[in-house]
């Protein structure tokens, strides 16, 4: 016969073997997806296959080092679940679902962290990643062209 404790440490068990495999798979599954976003949306470019998976890898990396809760974040959170007295100064016209504004941020990000701006937006050229961009990096400038020695 099987006894409580038994049976409440299996459960436990099985609780954490399932959320240790929905983390790794999560993040499996979210580079996935920023990988078919980019082939899905930038379809026109020539896009370098081993760039695209660098950048899911950092995207997914960025995103999920977000721990610590910073003031800006608290107070999105703060107003986004406040009445309508907080949301009335910040109305927004952007009629785009969330997945739409998640996937345009993502292909401008990956954009910026190429070197399509230093090939002058030329579509025959093919894109390759660089690193990934950081706004908070003053030494990385997607619109900054390399000297050319004459």
Same mark, same amino acid.
């Given at each position: ?7 409440? &440490? ?6 954490? +073997?399932?959320?240790? =495999?929905? !983390?790794?798979?999560?993040?499996? @599954?979210?580079? +996935?997806?920023?990988?078919?976003? &980019?082939?899905?949306?930038? =379809? ?5 296959? @081993? ?15 977000? #721990?610590?809760?910073? !003031?800006?974040?608290?107070? /999105? $959170? &703060? ?7 907080? #949301?009335?100064? /910040?109305? =927004? ?8 504004? %998640? ?8 954009l910026l962290s190429s070197d399509f701006f230093w090939n002058g937006s030329d579509e025959s ?6 690193? %990934? ?6 030494? $990385?400038?997607? %619109?900054a062209r390399p000297v050319v020695d004459p």
């Open positions: 016969m099987i006894s409580r404790r038994r049976l409440i &440490l299996g459960g436990l068990g099985a609780a954490g +073997v399932a959320a240790l =495999s929905a !983390w790794g798979l999560g993040r499996l @599954g979210y580079r +996935v997806e920023i990988a078919s976003i &980019l082939r899905r949306r930038l =379809s026109f470019l020539k896009l370098d296959e @081993g760039g695209v998976r660098a950048f899911a890898k950092d995207q997914t990396n960025a995103t999920f080092a977000k #721990k610590i809760p910073t !003031w800006n974040r608290m107070r /999105y $959170h &703060l107003l986004a679940s406040g009445g309508s007295s907080f #949301k009335r100064f /910040y109305r =927004s016209t952007d009629s785009r679902s969330r997945i739409g504004r %998640f996937e345009d941020t993502v292909v401008s990000t990956y050229q093919k894109v390759n990643y660089v690193a %990934f961009y950081d706004p908070n990096q003053p030494c $990385h400038s997607p %619109f």
